[in-house]
């Protein structure tokens, strides 16, 4: 949309008649969408390097420090080392869906980011339903890993893929019921609108510290972070339902699970510690400037607790899903909702 006054300017320069409507809105909406992901591709490279720095740091070493000054382009060279590699499909393996699982993986994770605001109106798709939006793409994302696993044809992978789907699908439970506790505050499933509803409820907001902390540890394990990375226990199944692949295929499963984890910090960022808003009254700095030292502080805690955290037994990690998030979270929708009914504002 903003785009097509300029194509309409273009075309009557080059071909003396403004260009029809849908022709330049589709120009318009793919060159958006080529710009919003080469910068998503971008600030990942600049995640895994920070992820790298980070863990180095905490081991007291100096992490990526040859390519570039400082190492800030070893990110980079990653990348092209596997865009130039041959990729090498096992002969016992379906080969379609050896190489759809990638694309479904790295296609949904980028999917999942048309609808996240960065600032007031920053955003590609600002739709009423984009908590639902979001949420239904995360869940598809487990089709990519279970695709991987079996179309392999190895028993690690398909093992690893089962061990991911069981996963994945846990968190999702109590991650879903945390974001009924703060859609009930915010009266909107638009994260705009949940952005703004912090302007006015910041004290009901500062209830739900508790669904802050759920969140944060559920999207470590939804994203296969440390100390949830059971799926690729180098001990018990070698690299995961990744073991087979290399090249670009490898890549396109790392580009999505980075992307994921930028998601969610983003989508906690958004949810609980009020986007874009200004801290202290700081409003002097741009909306998209603090919601980005938002999420990225988000990211250092992930970092964080790669470093730190010891890796969890499975059933650890089904029982903490199941048996302890699971029911808070639900106990947490009741307060909530009696809360927002029989509150100093119920029925307001």
Known sequence: MVLIPFLNWLSLKLFGAAAPYWVAWTIGEAILMAVVCLVLMLSVAAVILADRKIWAAVHLRRGPNVVGAFGLLQTIADALKFLFKEPIIPSGANKVLFLIAPLITSTLALAAWAVMPVGAGVVFSNINVGILYIFAISS??????????????????????????????????????????????????????????????????????????????????????????????????????????????????????????MLLCCLMTVLFLGGWLPVWGLSFI???????????????????????????R???????????????????????????????????
């Not at 990225?296 to 790669?306: D, E, G, P, T, Y």
């Not at 903490?320 to 119920?346: I, M, N």
């Open 140 to 261: 598809l994302g487990v089709y990519g890993v279970i695709v991987a696993g079996w179309a392999s044809n190895s028993k690690y992978a398909f093992l690893s893929a089962l061990r991911a789907a069981a996963q994945m699908v846990s968190y999702e439970v109590s991650i879903g019921f945390v974001m009924i506790t703060v859609l009930l505050f915010a009266g909107t499933l638009n994260l705009s609108g949940i952005v703004h509803a912090q302007e006015h409820w910041w004290f009901a907001f500062t209830m739900l510290f508790p669904m802050f902390v759920i969140f944060f540890i559920s999207s470590l394990a939804e994203t296969q972070r440390p100390p949830f990375d059971l799926l690729e226990a180098e001990s018990e199944l070698v690299a995961g339902f990744m073991v087979e692949y290399s090249a670009t295929p490898f890549l396109l499963f790392f580009l999505g699970e980075y992307l994921n984890v």
């Open 314 to 348: 499975y059933d650890q990690l089904m029982r903490l899903g199941w048996k302890v998030f699971l029911p808070l979270s639900l106990l947490w929708v009741a307060l909530t909702a009696a809360w927002v009914v029989f509150g100093p504002h119920g029925g307001a």
């Open 286 to 312: 741009p909306g998209p400037i603090w919601f980005l030292l938002k999420a990225s502080f988000l990211f250092f805690m992930m970092a964080m607790v790669k470093a730190i955290v010891p890796r969890y």
